[in-house]
């Protein structure tokens, strides 16, 4: 089965690398011209249609980009589920030049990464997708404030903090202290992007027990991009009395210009660092850290920055593994070669009474009505009933002709067609 209408369609992998059933999960995909004939699609992309494995059911999907003369789109579809360590088939269909655009935005706000409570057990402290302001999506109300002279930009979702080429006194902060309840570990995880080398630290993020951010202020945690490389960090958990212990220089780096997700996860006496859902760098404490409520700020009032930030989430547990590689989970997907959508047109013959011609000889053929050609021709059954297979058009796009059978100089005059078509897959 398949969708009536669209001349060509690609089939689409999805492999779920985790050992999670993954449910309303906005999958992305980038098309470009080594896996989609843009000449084939219409200009806006208007006509592009997802389904479920079935080729019918339609799934929710929305064009972030598209760009046909530069033969490059970026586009977001909402899959219902995918198995857990299972590879999943959807379609992209195009070429229906009469279709309208049912590109929706919305469908980012309803799928899993902008779930509020991602495993469902009251973990997450706070959530902020960071689309053009501080709000804080978790529900516990700890938004916070834009200081300074900070935008936004297209981030990873939706819209993401703008901190290229930002100074000090520009950063975020919450209104009030996130309430830890008392755990002794705590997840801090987003995605960023950073532009280049500063010269200088970067904060990217940090729970301040006091509110403040002046030099020697304890942060508990705290996570910077290191001074001589901004391509690596470091990382702490002030407020033992042995000071500032943590990882100094961390073994994992990241590349400019690209998006990475990164996690910081603190427990009583340990410290890890991951990036892109792999673990990176440990660090073991003789002493325990301390857990004191904060207030988080997203970048800092000191330095000079030079990144984007986006979807930075807070958890009151130490995040597993699993946890943290679906949180950062990019599925992997397949688009295989172009296939041609073909229908399947059946009729029945009658009379100019209507009453079916069963018993006479009939041939059947559909002609092309632009060009006049033949596309195919078929003998009718005996009991007036006719079908061919594998037609390469969109409905309507064939005038059918009735004629004697053997005879195509004698069409049949006062005969009907009664049609029916459906694609055949």
Same mark, same amino acid.
């Given at each position: 089965?398949? /969708?009536?209408?669209?001349?060509?369609?690609?089939?689409?992998?999805?492999?779920?690398?985790?050992?999670?059933?993954?449910?309303?999960?906005?999958?992305?995909?980038? /098309?470009?011209?080594?896996?989609?004939?843009?000449?084939?699609?219409?200009?806006?992309?208007?006509?592009?249609?997802?389904?479920?494995?079935?080729?019918?059911?339609?799934?929710?999907?929305?064009?972030?980009?598209?760009?046909?003369?530069?033969?490059?789109?970026?586009?977001?579809?909402?899959?219902?589920?995918?198995?857990?360590?299972?590879? @999943?088939?959807?379609?992209?269909?195009?070429?229906?030049?009469?279709?309208? %655009?049912?590109?929706?935005?919305?469908?980012?706000?309803?799928?899993?990464?902008?779930?509020?409570?991602?495993?469902?057990?009251? %973990?997450?402290?706070?959530?902020?997708?960071?689309?053009?302001?501080?709000?804080?999506?978790?529900?516990?109300?700890?938004?916070?404030?834009?200081?300074?002279?900070?935008?936004?930009?297209?981030?990873?979702?939706?819209?993401?903090?703008?901190?290229?080429? @930002?100074?000090?006194?520009?950063?975020?902060?919450?209104?009030?202290?996130?309430?830890?309840?008392?755990?002794?570990?705590?997840?801090?995880?987003?995605?960023?992007?950073?532009?280049?080398?500063?010269?200088?630290?970067?904060?990217?993020?940090?729970?301040?027990?006091?509110?403040?951010?002046?030099?020697?202020?304890?942060?508990?945690?705290?996570?910077?991009?290191?001074?001589?490389?901004?391509?690596?960090?470091?990382?702490?958990?002030?407020?033992? +009395?042995?000071?500032?212990?943590?990882?100094?220089? %961390?073994?994992?780096?990241?590349?400019?210009?690209?998006?990475?997700?990164?996690?910081?996860?603190?427990? /009583?006496?340990?410290?890890?660092?991951?990036?892109?859902?792999? /673990?990176?760098?440990?660090?073991?404490?003789?002493?325990?850290?301390?857990?004191?409520?904060?207030?988080?700020?997203?970048?800092?009032?000191?330095?000079?920055?030079?990144?984007?930030?986006? +979807?930075?989430?807070?958890?009151?547990?130490?995040?597993?593994?699993?946890?943290?590689?679906?949180?950062? !989970?990019?599925?992997?997907? !397949?688009?295989?070669?172009?296939?041609?959508?073909?229908?399947?047109?059946?009729?029945?013959?009658?009379?100019?009474?209507?009453?079916?011609?069963?018993?006479?000889?009939?041939?059947?053929?559909?002609?092309?009505?632009?060009?006049?050609?033949?596309?195919?021709?078929?003998?009718?059954?005996?009991?007036?009933?006719?079908?061919?297979?594998?037609?390469?058009?969109?409905?309507?796009?064939?005038?059918?002709?009735?004629? @004697?059978?053997?005879?195509?100089?004698? @069409?049949?005059?006062?005969?009907?067609?009664?049609?029916?078509?459906?694609?055949?897959?």
């Amino acid at each position: 089965m398949g /969708l009536v209408g669209w001349k060509y369609k690609r089939e689409v992998q999805l492999i779920n690398t985790t050992s999670f059933n993954l449910e309303n999960y906005i999958v992305g995909i980038t /098309l470009d011209s080594s896996n989609f004939d843009f000449s084939k699609a219409r200009f806006d992309g208007s006509d592009i249609r997802f389904t479920g494995s079935d080729g019918v059911t339609l799934l929710d999907y929305w064009i972030k980009d598209y760009n046909h003369t530069n033969q490059k789109a970026t586009i977001w579809i909402k899959i219902p589920s995918i198995p857990a360590n299972q590879t @999943k088939s959807i379609y992209i269909y195009y070429g229906n030049m009469n279709a309208t %655009s049912q590109s929706n935005e919305s469908i980012m706000m309803s799928g899993f990464l902008y779930n509020p409570d991602p495993f469902n057990d009251g %973990s997450c402290l706070a959530f902020y997708p960071l689309d053009g302001n501080g709000d804080d999506y978790s529900g516990n109300g700890n938004d916070a404030v834009i200081h300074g002279n900070v935008g936004f930009t297209t981030g990873k979702l939706g819209q993401a903090v703008d901190y290229v080429n @930002k100074t000090e006194n520009d950063y975020i902060v919450t209104t009030n202290p996130i309430q830890r309840h008392g755990s002794k570990e705590i997840t801090i995880c987003g995605w960023i992007n950073v532009a280049g080398h500063t010269g200088d630290w970067v904060n990217i993020w940090h729970l301040s027990p006091d509110g403040k951010d002046d030099s020697g202020n304890s942060r508990q945690p705290t996570l910077w991009l290191d001074s001589h490389n901004n391509s690596k960090f470091h990382m702490s958990n002030d407020g033992i +009395h042995t000071g500032n212990l943590g990882i100094y220089l %961390s073994q994992g780096s990241i590349t400019y210009n690209q998006w990475h997700f990164i996690c910081q996860v603190v427990t /009583l006496r340990q410290m890890r660092l991951y990036i892109d859902g792999q /673990l990176t760098d440990t660090y073991d404490s003789n002493e325990d850290f301390k857990f004191n409520d904060g207030w988080l700020y997203i970048g800092d009032k000191w330095y000079i920055k030079n990144h984007l930030i986006d +979807h930075v989430r807070v958890f009151n547990r130490a995040l597993t593994e699993d946890e943290i590689s679906l949180l950062s !989970t990019h599925i992997p997907s !397949t688009i295989l070669d172009e296939v041609q959508v073909k229908s399947r047109v059946s009729g029945v013959i009658v009379d100019i009474n209507g009453n079916p011609m069963i018993n006479t000889p009939i041939k059947i053929y559909l002609l092309n009505p632009d060009t006049g050609h033949l596309v195919d021709s078929t003998d009718c059954n005996t009991d007036a009933s006719w079908e061919i297979n594998d037609v390469p058009a969109e409905p309507g796009e064939e005038v059918i002709s009735v004629f @004697k059978s053997n005879d195509s100089s004698q @069409k049949l005059t006062g005969a009907g067609v009664v049609v029916t078509q459906e694609v055949n897959e």
